[in-house]
């Protein structure tokens, strides 16, 4: 097994004939982001048969959907035809990316050729691969699990922060609450290394390392420290209420329209709370947008998913570019005002 740095890094598994599967295939620059053309520059297909041998690449398994991760991807399946594989909860962002409002999304979606269930293996040339869907740095986000010459490696994505592979420096997370990662979920993840017994752990932007049992127990210390901290500090009836910008959201966020068009949205709506909770929402379109219905209740039990079907008729006139329509938000008791939104353009 080979990994390869870039912005993010790339880790290529490979058979004696020149078949590849590439993890992750990111930027090539450190550049600032600023500075940074946001670009994929093909370095690597002219290294990999000269450099490993592959002269196929068959296929990619994302560590989670953000760009530094898959911008290469594209590349890789003009060149070689490359194959997709994902787990079904992260299928639907790599397909069809305008249709949430997340941050550093790949502008166009790519095709899943293979979903890999929970309890599945992938398998690959001689090689088991399991995928599973945990929250990590962001809810779309996977662990990767595989064995290759007598070693278990385990792909954690971004879970560990790149700024703490610098000389005596601790395991840290990478704490972005945009990227929608429940409180619990950070002190689940050095747990959940530990659980797979990996003896290489392969980072996003800190290669491949090999595990540290201090280091691990170290960071689950502080993780579970963290995670009381901020159960705490938030002044919500439960934390990730506060920590999951997403948990009232429209789906799809973004849809192209003509005027006169008529759009259906799913409005989900997730009770992160350990017992069953009311509420209503009020819709509302902008510039002339109608909406039905324009007000529901909601029950949703505990810990579970609920979703409202509603249906927006765009106007006939085009005075402005695009419409807005908000979900205007009472739970608990509270009214929390317009907290999510879902944009219609033309």
């Not at 520059?41 to 450099?51: K, V």
């Not at 530990?194 to 960071?219: F, S």
């Amino acid at each position: 097994m080979f990994e390869v740095d870039s912005t993010a890094h790339t880790y290529i598994v490979k058979d004696d004939d020149g078949h590849g599967l590439l993890i992750d295939c990111g930027y090539v620059s450190n550049a600032r982001i600023g500075s940074n053309p946001h670009r994929f520059i093909d370095h690597l297909t002219p290294w990999l048969e000269e450099g490993t041998g592959v002269t196929n690449v068959e296929w990619f398994l994302p560590s989670h959907y953000h760009d530094d991760h898959l911008a290469g991807l594209p590349t890789l399946q003009i060149k070689y035809g490359t194959k997709v594989a994902s787990s079904p909860e992260v299928k639907d962002i790599l397909e069809h990316p305008e249709r949430y409002e997340m941050p550093c999304l790949v502008p166009h979606g790519t095709k899943v050729d293979h979903v890999i269930e929970r309890d599945a293996v992938f398998h690959w040339r001689g090689i088991d691969f399991r995928m599973e869907q945990f929250p990590g740095q962001t809810w779309y986000h996977h662990l990767i699990t595989f064995e290759v010459d007598g070693k278990r490696y385990l792909s954690i994505g971004d879970n560990i922060s790149g700024m703490c592979f610098g000389e005596k420096r601790d395991f840290i997370h990478s704490f972005i609450p945009k990227n929608r990662t429940p409180v619990s979920s950070y002190s689940d993840m050095p747990r959940q290394i530990k659980e797979r017994e990996p003896d290489v752990i392969l980072t996003g932007h800190g290669g491949g390392v090999d595990v540290d049992p201090e280091k691990l127990a170290n960071w689950q210390t502080w993780m579970d420290r963290w995670a009381e901290l901020f159960t705490d500090i938030i002044d919500q009836p439960h934390p990730n209420l506060g920590m999951d910008p997403h948990w009232v959201e429209f789906y799809p966020v973004n849809v192209r329209v003509k005027p006169g068009d008529v759009v259906r949205f799913e409005v989900r709506v997730r009770n992160h709370e350990a017992e069953t909770k009311k509420g209503s929402i009020a819709f509302r379109g902008r510039e002339g947008v109608q909406i039905t219905p324009d007000r529901v209740g909601i029950e949703v039990g505990a810990g579970e998913d609920a979703s409202i079907e509603i249906v927006a008729t765009m106007p006939n006139e085009t005075r402005v570019h695009s419409w807005t329509i908000v979900a205007d938000v009472m739970w608990n008791g509270k009214h929390l005002g317009e907290i999510s939104e879902a944009v219609v353009y033309w």
